[in-house]
């Protein structure tokens, strides 16, 4: 790929240019090859090597290059190149161009889209993010109950080519009430004169418009879908969803599950592109949350000052109780959030969860605390009084932590909280000032403090 | 789906069974769905619904219910009907199967495979686990360059119904070479008389049997591809991975990440199917590893007692401090994780990525010192010094959490460790105990300790 971009650059520069080269070239490549082009080139290059891509793949390139190229072309684009790109560009994929630009860029999209797709897209801007009719699109092919399969494949060599797939056709009525699906397979082992209704499958698995994506990801996994159906609340066919869309969804929501559950808030732009100002707003309330509430921590610590200046030793064992009681519990409420979010654990199981990890927490804090008993006990002069209340404190703290580690994004759930709210940075001030109480509190009784 | 379960749990118990109303039910009944009926029943339950399967979906069914339950048939179904279900089954769920399967149950399987399956089963067990070649399965339609669009019509409809896939049929020479795809979506908009090697794509994106699982899913989601050829070393076609497997690698991939960052051992298992005690055994490693890390810190302290006993005052900011630097430092080591994990950021960016996590580190540390300044200077009787010691120390913090935040999981990255180890428990260990010595420095310095 490398090979070629230096070829184009080469080409680029002669006089008069080799179009037929380039084209040629141009046409062997994949057009996510094509677009991976125009990365970090100049404008005047950007333009120059748009401009000289054959109309039949401009507009699907223009759907693979990144935002600010994207951008730079539909500004320096005459407005009958705007209208041709858009012409050509698929519904899904001028609805996600015109979330991403801003408004200057989104009134000139607009102005050159056809006014029946204009009025498609404004339909689709409408439904809430992320929801199955904002990424759905609408070039699907349909095909009537009657039809034969000859029809079928009539109608798919006129039209297919401007589809999004043609692997799954979608049977309708006259009110375009959904009847069933017919996949390309069947079309071609099925014999010529066959009737769509007797070869249409009706047991098909679809997804209303206002699903969340999340919900439609995980029927696409279940089922090994290529295309899910969309269907309005009287299950008329709107839109279809595509696998290919599914898979960077999947992306897209694990990336902010894990900013979520790292005290982030989620952004949908890459890291190097999200300027410093806004990676810091986008951390600062978060740090600042959990800063203000690990304070509260700091207090319960001077609540016992008199023990601490009784036993100073008691001091140096907080980082290690802090650090496991926090370690601990996000193993546990990672394992949970994740065990919901692929539906294998439930709300129901709550008193399964917790006596599981009552268990594991036991366990765990008896290995955790006769470690630490020995270390203690060799380290501090035979002190065993020290030893025995280091190692009570880490089995009660593993105990606890491992208990609000699955109880809280459990809870969360019921409550319709985002569970991933419960990750490592919550659970770990929780369990801090926790753990903190049961340590000193048994030094008080065990040195009678 | 319920309704449908209880239809045919009633069916079972009439006397004679109404087989031909069952496979009604089950004819218009997703294979998925039929799987999901075997859950949670007897073992006599699930050998009698099994035993009333039609053939035709018998093995379908099969690869898509559980573990658990795969086993319980293979031990309880006779030979003839195990070597049923290993006839149809595709390879890659045979491979899936074996894998997961005590060894007298792969005994039992290995069997009743007919040999020509078993070779290639057996040369798909030696790739390395989670790659290409372990992931692929064989049943792919091939191609010769000199047929034409009808014969290739004609062998997908005598051969199409026993592949994982029609859409895209591969083109090879006779040693097996792979010179093009062709997707059926060219074959239908293609002319009868064209030739295979005219409408051929020959700038196809491939793997190698080698590769590893997270490469393969990384261009499945690049390029938007429904399936993609597995070669050899010499570039001879061996196998096929199709998109539906992908999807699920992805999900396997994304829960492997999560638990890595939160200090589990990864395990495949579900989490209500895994045992208490394997659970203690995938957890206690880490926890303990962490625990003696974390023991450090609490050296660090100790090492300081003659600050602390003249100012008894620091220790009450000890937790906010360490939750502080490890919550800041965790945030970054995620956004360049997951950034690394899609190619967003790489190794080459690392002067870039650290001079931005500085000015992150020192803005959010800015504003965090001031509100601490605030605070400790109201609360604490004016104490201008104490308040400027926390402050500083927060500032610092927030430079070294956000610069080893980045910098631990890319060289993890260089080194061909992976980065997802760099996460949370172990930048705030490390954090934590950086901070603690950059605060009571500088207290020692300010109070002239």
Request: hydrophobic content about 50%; charged content about 25%; aromatic content about 6%.
């Amino acid at each position: 790929m490398e090979m070629e971009k230096e070829k184009i650059l080469e080409l680029l520069n002669t006089h008069p240019i080799r179009v037929a080269e380039l084209h040629d070239i141009f046409a062997e490549m994949n057009v996510v090859n094509i677009a991976d082009i125009f990365k970090d080139e100049s404008k005047e290059t950007i333009l120059r090597i748009f401009r000289l891509l054959p109309k039949s793949i401009a507009s699907e390139v223009f759907s693979y290059i990144e935002g600010d190229e994207q951008q730079l072309l539909i500004e320096a684009l005459s407005d009958n190149e705007v209208r041709d790109i858009m012409n050509r560009l698929f519904v899904d994929d001028a609805v996600d161009l015109i979330e991403e630009m801003p408004a200057d860029v989104v009134t000139r999209v607009l102005q050159n889209i056809p006014s029946e797709k204009r009025t498609i897209i404004n339909q689709m801007l409408k439904y809430p993010e992320d929801s199955a009719g904002s990424i759905m699109t609408t070039e699907y092919v349909w095909l009537s109950e009657e039809s034969t399969v000859r029809t079928a494949f009539a109608k798919i060599r006129k039209n297919g080519v401007n589809k999004e797939t043609i692997y799954t056709c979608y049977v309708i009525d006259r009110d375009r009430l959904l009847l069933g699906v017919v996949s390309a397979k069947t079309l071609m082992l099925s014999n010529e004169d066959d009737k769509i209704s007797d070869i249409m499958d009706t047991d098909f698995v679809s997804a209303h418009t206002t699903d969340d994506q999340e919900l439609v990801a995980g029927s696409f996994r279940k089922y090994g879908l290529l295309a899910m159906p969309v269907v309005d609340a009287d299950e008329h066919l709107v839109g279809i969803i595509t696998v290919d869309d599914v898979v960077q969804i999947i992306e897209e929501e694990h990336t902010e599950d894990l900013e979520i559950m790292s005290a982030l808030k989620p952004s949908e732009e890459p890291y190097l592109k999200t300027g410093v100002l806004q990676q810091v707003r986008n951390r600062i309330v978060w740090l600042l949350f959990l800063m203000l509430s690990a304070t509260i921590t700091g207090g319960i610590i001077s609540g016992f000052e008199n023990a601490l200046a009784a036993l100073p030793l008691l001091i140096a064992f907080i980082p290690m109780l802090m650090d496991t009681g926090g370690n601990a519990g996000s193993q546990s409420s990672t394992l949970i959030i994740r065990g919901m979010a692929l539906g294998e654990v439930n709300f129901k199981d709550i008193a399964v969860v917790l006596w599981r990890e009552i268990r594991i927490g036991f366990l765990c804090g008896i290995i955790l605390g006769i470690i630490n008993f020995i270390r203690i006990y060799i380290t501090n002069g035979k002190n065993s009084l020290l030893a025995l209340t280091v190692t009570v404190s880490v089995l009660l703290t593993l105990i606890m932590a491992k208990s609000l580690g699955c109880l809280l994004p459990m809870a969360a759930k019921k409550l319709r909280v985002d569970p991933a709210i419960m990750a490592a940075p919550l659970i770990t001030t929780i369990v801090d000032a926790a753990s903190l109480v049961v340590y000193f509190s048994i030094a008080k009784v065990i040195f009678k403090l």
